[in-house]
C-alpha cells in the first residue's frame, strides 16, 4: 500500500523565518512529486518534481526530491503570514497518474 | 494550467436526499479525477472520470453511490446518492494538464457539502 508521511503536523513561526516541511513516501512505481498550498478549500499547485538534486524555486519557495532515500523537502525563506497554510505533498504512481496525498503539514506565521 | 469551475460552491442538504456536483474545465484534458477531504483529513481519490466509459473507482467507493458522468473531455458531475452525515466532506475535481510527461495536476475551487 502507498504510504506518504509528512512532517511536522504543524508548525508556528514569525514573519521572516525559515521553515522546511518534509515529505517521505513509499509508492510503487513512482512518477513524480507534487506540492501543493491549501488554504482554504482547493489545493493550489506549486511544484512538481522528477529528478533526483535538481532544485525547483518560485520566488521564495523552493523543493528538491531524493529518489533514492524517498523523501522531499519544501523551503520557504523570509515567512510572510500569507504563507500561512496546510502543504500537501503528492506523489504520483503509476499509469494511472493518480496522487496519493500526505496529511500535510500546517504552517501559521504570526505577525 | 486550467481554468476550473464547481458548481455548486457549497450546499446544505438532507440525510437521504442526494447532490449533483458538476466540474467544467476551459480545454479539453484526457484525465479527470473526483477527489474527498473529510474535516481535518487529507485528499482521497475517489475515482477517475473515464470519457465514454465508466468511472474507475478507489477502493471504498461504489458506483451506486458516488455515480460519476463524463460525457466529453470538459466536463463531469459527480452524485453523492442517499446521504448521510458522514458524507459531509469538500468534493474536489481535478485534471492532469498536459504540457510535459508526466503531467501536472490542477484542482476546482471544491464544493463544500454538509449533510444535516
Known amino acids: 500500500e502507498d504510504k506518504v508521511v509528512q512532517s511536522p503536523l504543524s508548525l508556528v513561526v514569525h514573519e521572516g523565518d525559515t521553515v522546511t516541511l518534509n515529505c517521505s513516501y513509499e509508492v510503487t512505481n513512482f512518477r513524480s512529486l507534487l506540492w501543493y498550498k491549501q488554504e482554504k478549500k482547493a489545493p493550489t499547485f506549486l511544484f512538481m518534481l522528477?529528478?533526483?538534486?535538481i532544485e525547483k524555486k518560485s520566488g521564495r519557495l523552493s523543493s528538491i526530491l531524493d529518489k533514492k532515500e524517498l523523501f522531499s523537502i519544501l523551503n520557504i525563506t523570509a515567512t510572510q503570514t500569507g504563507d500561512s497554510a496546510v502543504y500537501l505533498c503528492a506523489p504520483g504512481s503509476g499509469s494511472a497518474r493518480q496522487l496519493t496525498f500526505g496529511s500535510g503539514t500546517q504552517l501559521t506565521v504570526l505577525p | 494550467s486550467a481554468v476550473i469551475s464547481q458548481k455548486p460552491s457549497r450546499d446544505i442538504c438532507q440525510r437521504g436526499t442526494s447532490l449533483t456536483i458538476q466540474c467544467q474545465v476551459d480545454?479539453?484534458?484526457?484525465?479527470m479525477f473526483w477527489y474527498r477531504q473529510q474535516p481535518g483529513q487529507s485528499l482521497t481519490l475517489i475515482a477517475t472520470a473515464n470519457q465514454g466509459s465508466e468511472a474507475t473507482y478507489e477502493s471504498g467507493f461504489v458506483i451506486d453511490k458516488f455515480p460519476i458522468s463524463r460525457p466529453n473531455l470538459t466536463f463531469s458531475t459527480l452524485t453523492v446518492s442517499n446521504m448521510s452525515p458522514e458524507d459531509s466532506s469538500i468534493y474536489l475535481c481535478s485534471v492532469e494538464v498536459q504540457g510535459s510527461i508526466p503531467y501536472e495536476q490542477y484542482f476546482g475551487p471544491g464544493t463544500r457539502l454538509t449533510v444535516t
Open positions: 522528477t529528478s533526483s538534486g
Open positions: 480545454s479539453q484534458v484526457t484525465m
